[in-house]
């Protein structure tokens, strides 16, 4: 006779339990890719400014509404500025006062808080738009000319060597400075951020474009693109459902470190004043306008030059970061 089954938990001769198995869940490229960049706290840091200043940007009228912010006023108040000076801030502070936190711009007395609060959205505006407009353009013609190859990889390649050849900033002052009256029945702040967009992004979609296609040439050898064409796909559903899909991480990636590129090339042009006209604010501005007073007055430079400093290190930041969780190679 053969004894009963004794398990731990229960009476002799009842059947025995099996604990359950421990499901084993997938996780997406995705999900493995937000587990490495939460890992990069110095690149979560980078993230929360980028979001903070997308923010800013985003709500800076409204913000100038609610705390009766506006960056045009001038202030001529005596106890801010010494008319014996010719107009310049009284003290070594550049006008701060609880009213002012962060000082005046010298002769006007304009509230220099607001006018970076304000000058976030037209810098960000100008980038974002100028990114847009070279990685659309960038994209597609890089993904053509690495999966057709021949004499269109040929034609692309000796075009992008061309405007990689353009002197972008004479040109980009070339056209500011004509464009100044209207144009395409634009007049005014549209005119100059559609002139900048349009020219910063036109002249600077080689870069993408061959980051693209060094993509494509490795992919278009890969396994699942033999498979698509095996089953009849053609080169248009190949491009843009297979190899596009594909290409997102390294994309992304060299957008964030483009965007602070473009800002810092829209300041560079308002500071040469062909961007972004007065009294209209904008960073690059006010440090044209801070060149003449910076010895009297540094503040009027520092505040303009930190909002560019930190914000151009926030996003190299959160692209170093989004580059090492999008490797596949990486622990």
Known sequence: MTAPIKTAGNEPGAPATVSPAKKIEGRSLGQIAWTRFKRDKIAVAGGVVVILLILLAVLAKPIEALFGLDPDALHQDPDILDANLGGLPIGNWGGMSWDHPLGVDPLQGRDLLSRAIEGSWVSLLVAFGATVLSNTIGTVLGVMAGYYGGWVDTVISRIMDVFLAFPLLLFAIAISTS?????????????????????????????????????????????????????????????????????????????????????????????????????????????????????????????????????????????????????????
């Not at 951020?193 to 296609?213: A, D, K, T």
């Open 179 to 331: 464009l100044q009256g209207g144009a395409f029945g634009l007049h005014g702040l549209p005119l100059h951020i559609m002139v900048l967009i349009f020219v910063i992004g036109f002249f600077n979609w080689p870069y993408m474009g061959r980051i693209v296609r060094g993509q494509t040439l490795s992919l278009r050898e890969r396994e699942f693109v033999h498979a698509a064409r095996s089953l009849g796909a053609r080169g248009p559903f190949i491009l843009f459902k297979e190899l596009l899909p594909n290409l997102v991480g390294p994309i992304l990636v060299y957008s964030t470190l483009l965007i602070p590129t473009n800002i810092l090339f829209e300041a560079g042009l308002s500071f040469l004043g062909v961007g972004i006209q007065p009294p209209q604010a904008s960073w690059g501005g006010m440090l044209n306008d801070a060149i003449k007073y910076y010895q009297v007055d540094p503040q009027y430079m520092v505040v303009p030059g930190l909002a560019i400093f930190l914000t151009v290190l926030a996003f190299n930041l959160l692209g170093d970061g989004l580059r090492d969780a999008l490797d596949p190679k990486s622990n």
